[in-house]
């Protein structure tokens, strides 16, 4: 299995990107491609079917599918992961993605835990390090095989943490988290608004995210800055500004620990290993 290109889109209103990424199209023999959609307003087409978009849901376009998201109301833009991969002979014998109970089991509702594994997903396919880059195409494997495993069983649920469904204030921290993304919010006034202690949102996080809820947040905006980085011609500097850093240097000094790359070196790293046209008939 070999991941083609990752794609993050982070609220698509600007007219060159609604244009290039609504438009209706299929890919060639093999080629498969995961829209992974995490907020805004919309439809997408699969096939003959116009599905309405709806928070945490998967789908999932099989060769010669034709697709493509109509966005909705601008004032709610899209924001999603696309994930362009191509089945080889080898991997036959491990994941049949032609068996039709696999596919009428799309779209399904994964819920928002598993941002952070598409996000670390695309940070192991964009690096320079050839053992993450390899690890990338592993992780959608693991990811599919859990995935159609429980689609097999039956579970609609697949968005279930093994500790079961996300807390309701895990999952409305979240989405305050997501709503302030270009502003600066402090883990007292969530905690405050959820009308718990911060001790406690903490703690919630760790058991059902795995992480800290302000290492969340700081990822939320570094997976923002990554959209602007490959889909605006922002310079560095301004990226920072409009994500809130305390400055470039700050955001710089982070956005390495978190892609291995500085902003400027991904930027260019992306746009020589991964041309926009990838693998893509427009119908």
């Known amino acids: 299995m070999i991941i083609k290109d990752i794609v993050f889109v982070y609220h698509l209103k600007e007219s060159n990107l609604v244009g290039w990424h609504s438009r209706i199209h299929s890919h060639p023999r093999d ?58 002979a ?29 996000e670390d997903m695309k940070n192991r396919y964009n690096s320079r390090n050839p053992y993450f880059k390899q690890g990338a195409h592993f992780d959608l494997l693991a990811f599919l095989f859990d995935l159609f495993g429980r689609i097999a069983d039956h579970d609609r649920d697949v968005g279930a943490s093994r500790e079961g469904l996300t807390s309701v204030q895990v999952a409305q921290a979240m989405d305050l988290f997501a709503r302030h993304v270009f502003a600066s919010v402090r883990l007292s006034e969530i905690a405050q608004t959820l009308k718990i202690t911060e001790e406690y949102l903490i703690k919630l996080f760790k058991r059902h995210i795995g992480t800290t809820p302000m290492r969340y947040y700081q ?26 850093f305390s ?22 790293n992306y746009f020589k290993d991964n041309p926009t046209n990838y693998q893509t008939r427009i119908v």
């Open 247 to 268: 400055s470039q240097y700050h955001f710089s000094r982070n956005f390495k620990a978190y892609a291995g790359l500085s902003p400027s070196e991904y930027r260019l």
């Open 90 to 118: 080898n991997d036959a014998p491990q994941i049949d993605l032609s068996d039709p109970s696999v596919l009428q089991g799309f779209p399904v509702m994964v819920g928002a835990n598993w941002r952070l594994r598409f």
């Open 31 to 88: 080629h498969y491609e995961l829209h992974y959609f995490l907020s805004g307003d919309g439809s997408f087409q699969n096939g003959s079917v116009i599905y309405p978009i709806q928070k945490g849901q998967l789908f999932l376009s099989s060769p010669d599918q034709v697709h493509g998201i109509r966005p909705g109301h601008m004032d709610d833009p899209l924001t999603y992961y696309a994930v362009l991969f191509e089945i080889e």
């Open 219 to 244: 990822t939320l905006k570094l997976e923002a800055s990554v959209s602007l980085l490959l889909n605006t011609t922002l310079a560095i500097k301004e990226i920072s500004w409009q994500l809130c």
